[in-house]
């Protein structure tokens, strides 16, 4: 059984008719109500916890970070960010915030598109048969290392780019405008553009805007770009992830905050995690679930090889957030 995490009044003042939403949601799952006012993060996730049973199979927060707040943590590293906004906390039982222990994924909403959450609810299938056919884009300077994430995807019908040479104006048409297939991005992205970029050197072509996304049924998308996942105040025009999942994905993986990869594999940190959620999602297992067991053979690859977890190999954990239906299993269609 899910449990449904939302607020009904944050929903409605953000234009997002809550009843026809909250009546699917008590219909299928239990659901935990935030306070008409946006909660405090640790008093909701004292409220979810309170509801977290054996019969719990996973967690679903409704609503993006205005709706229900990411729950901010403090930064292990040394960079810009002030803190890691992360949902890991709501599903752990206890204060230590690396590995959840309920599945977890957030359905979120858009701040321009009311209709979008109940369209998202209403459509969602439980299975997506994708095609073998799998496209990425990769900044030329860490060419080496998104191939050995991208060795992991189905072996047929694969094409990396790498940018430069690409750039948006030569994007081909198939990368942008097909159903049913596994997208992956080791690229550059920023909190201040709608714009994710390559680099060689010190070039940083832009490679993709939400503008170029148009048709994704059904496409899973892996993102390893810095603040990929960030969606406050964010919508289909300004963020990637929101547009792909207007445009019909059906899962998206990115994080909220400055993540961290080698230049060179073996692949750490975003790369890992990712390479994780890939090979855990292609067998066959719930995508929230693939997610939870991805983080358990990070923490286990990471510390057979330095005996301990970094600063960034921390940051990796809390950052990675899985927007879509927990439930949805991904089969590949030969």
């Known amino acids: 059984m899910k449990l449904y995490v939302t607020s009904p009044q944050q929903l409605d003042k953000k234009g997002i008719n809550s009843k026809p939403i909250m009546s699917y949601l008590y219909k299928n799952g239990l659901v935990v109500e935030a306070d008409s006012l946006p909660s405090s993060p640790e008093f909701l996730r004292q409220k979810i916890l309170a509801e977290l049973s054996a019969e719990v199979s996973s967690v679903v927060i409704i609503g993006n970070h205005q709706v229900i707040p990411f729950f901010p943590l403090d930064n292990p590293t040394v960079d810009s960010d002030a803190e890691v906004w992360s949902d890991n906390p709501y599903v752990c039982l206890y204060d230590d915030f690396l590995l959840p222990d309920y599945p977890i994924s957030r359905i979120p909403s858009d701040p321009h598109n009311p209709l979008f959450l109940w369209d998202y609810l209403e459509n969602c299938k439980v299975e997506v048969e994708v095609s073998q056919k799998v496209f990425g884009i990769s900044a030329h300077s860490w060419k080496n290392a998104s191939r050995e ?11 990396l780019l790498f940018s430069p040479p690409l750039i948006r104006l030569s994007l081909p048409v198939h990368l942008v405008e097909s159903n ?21 050197g010190s070039n940083y072509p ?57 230049s060179y594999p073996p692949s750490e940190e975003a790369d890992l995690i990712c390479g994780c959620f890939v090979q855990q999602l292609r067998k066959q297992i719930p995508a929230a679930t693939a997610l939870l ?14 005996g301990y977890l970094d600063d960034d190999d921390r940051k990796s954990l809390y950052q990675f957030v899985l927007y879509g239906n927990p439930d949805i299993i991904v089969k590949e269609r030969f």
């Open 149 to 159: 994430v991208f060795s992991l995807f189905p072996d047929k019908h694969k094409q």
């Open 180 to 200: 049913y297939t596994y997208r992956y991005f080791n690229v550059h992205g920023s909190k201040h553009t709608h714009l994710w970029y390559g680099q060689q």
């Open 206 to 262: 832009a490679v993709l805007s939400s503008e170029d996304i148009i048709d994704q049924k059904g496409v899973v998308v892996i993102s390893e770009a810095c603040y990929g996942g960030w969606l406050a105040k964010r919508g289909e025009k300004t963020s990637i992830a929101m547009k792909f999942l207007l445009s019909g994905a059906s899962l998206f993986l990115g994080s909220t905050t400055i993540s961290y990869g080698p």
């Open 293 to 306: 067991k991805a983080r358990e053979e990070f923490i286990n690859l990471t510390v057979s090889r330095q």
